[in-house]
């Protein structure tokens, strides 16, 4: 199975950027879709955007056009390019295979704090 790690969050004000990245230490990663989730505060755990092994992308309503989600399989990486960063952006960000999904396997994530 695939381990992934998260980097890149940070403090950062309204209206500011981030790029998280998500590395793996290689194996299956070029056959897996991957999805950056998040979770807030009191919230529960949602998908933000999904990349798959064709490079489709899908994005959740409230990252729509803001957010971008990029892979290239070469560098084991996935990237999460956030811009126009807003306080409900506020959260852990996770990213995860589906396989990891249906296991539960969820990393340490990386948390991003947009301030106003």
């Known amino acids: 199975q695939v381990q992934l790690v998260e980097s890149g969050g940070g403090l950062v004000q309204a209206g500011g950027s981030l790029r998280l990245s998500c590395s793996s230490s290689?194996?299956?990663?070029?056959?897996?879709?991957i999805g950056w989730y998040r979770q807030a505060p009191g919230k529960e755990r949602e998908v933000v955007a999904v990349i798959g092994t064709d490079h489709r992308t899908n994005y959740a309503e409230s990252v729509r056009g803001r957010f971008t989600i990029s892979r290239d399989n070469a560098k084991n990486t996935v990237w999460l390019q956030m811009r126009n960063l807003e306080p409900a952006d506020t959260g852990v960000y996770f990213c995860i295979t589906p396989d990891g999904v249906h296991l539960g396997s969820w990393g340490q994530g990386t948390q991003v704090t947009v301030s106003s």
């Open positions: 290689g194996g299956t990663f070029s056959i897996n879709q």
